[in-house]
């Protein structure tokens, strides 16, 4: 396995160790003679079992701005993540020598609440589904014929060692959650539970970890990898989001685009809580390469940014840039971080991506290249919905279409939505208002441009 940690100016205060779980000999450790202000990565060959890390400072005030992670050495799956977050103290560890075992198991959250941290209470938290928990769901059955014993547990913990809880949602529970399915028990409703001293409601405004394990016929898997979790009310009303790093056709972290008419890139769709009308929302782009000393800032309406502009300093081909993002709510007169003006030295918005410009033609081919219908795109996010909002991204449609007709139908072919959105020049960039029209459960959404005709289905989850 792999320790990676950042030390500050003070590297001889900084040490480690791993034991077995519940105490023993040390079988790993590292202390001393690190660099300052730098990144350290480790090793540690462990057998298959459990064992408890410590991250230790001397002086009792943590790493400043520094942390830490632990990661699988072949998979890359993280164990436990403590980047930028052991800031105080003398000892960082799991609470009651609690710590992990090896190999780490499959089951995992959702890509797109992995590292969510503007989480507020009684939104669901989702993990994969694992098909030999969902084997043992009975179609058709009430909760009181459904296992018991089969479902999913999730793991919440403060690798500082404040709180640490296992919450096992069943398949004979519904914890408030329909439809009643075989991944019903996916859903985890965050401080959905009674708030005791053996059932602690999870803080507001502390960085956790989340793990979650399947467990069939009361058999545990192994516990998955390990995403960053916070619940924190005043982040969910002015959320920080990155470019979009969920797999896909959109996926936009690490990517490399041309800089040319028909090109985007795409941000993580920002889910405001209480939700803001979609009028509102701006959105701005920051392009930097550090070692040519530049930099531009894109503003845009929606999360969708063409790359391609004769107002600004362009991005140059066969160049590389550091992209991050953020969210205004109240259009563009603040922002949900930074705001108003950039700082200086440079703080990051948020999650920070590379971006390549591959190579590219000359300058008159850029600026007239037309778009081709044989590379039509079409994204729908978020995906699963709230029902509420829903936004459009549609990119080299014919450029002669002035409207796309947006139809939503149920399992039974009804049509139960009808929106018309406005295109220009080939593309699409639109928030949908449903005004919590749709009932929870899987529907058939059919885009019309012309002759072309696109389809993606829609899961709503209110």
Known sequence: MNITFTTDANPGQTSWEIIPEGGGATLCSG?????????VNETCCLAIGCYAFRMLDSAGDGITAGGYSLTENASGKRIIDNSGNFTAGSVSAISGQQGFCLPLGNDRLIAAHCGKVDWTVNRYVVATENTAVS???INGGANNVQDANSGYEFWIFDPNGSYSFRRFRSHNVSDGKSPANATRACHMKINGWFNSALTPHIPDGVLMNIRVR??????NAAFGEACQFKVDAARAACPIIGLLSTPGNTFSCGVTREFRSGSVIYAQPPQFFPAVSSSLLRYQFRF????????????????????????APALQCGT???????????????WCVDSPVPSVPFSAWGPVCEVTIAAC??????ATQPNSAANATLAMYPNPNRGDQLFVSMTDIDNTISTVTMDVYDM???RIVARTITAQDGFVNQ??????ELAAGLYLVNFTAGEQVFSERLIVQP
């Open 31 to 39: 202390a001393g003679s690190y660099p300052a202000n730098s990144e």
């Open 361 to 366: 033609p000359g300058a008159s081919a850029l």
């Open 431 to 436: 928030a949908v208002e449903l005004n919590s």
């Open 288 to 311: 930097r390469n550090v070692a040519e000393g530049f930099e531009v800032i894109r503003q845009s309406n929606t999360y969708v940014l063409p790359l391609f502009w004769t107002n």
């Open 320 to 334: 590389t840039y550091t992209v991050d993002v953020r969210v205004s709510k109240d259009g563009g007169a603040t």
């Open 412 to 414: 039974t072919g009804k």
């Open 214 to 219: 399947g467990r069939v016929n009361g058999v």
């Open 135 to 137: 084997a043992e769901w």
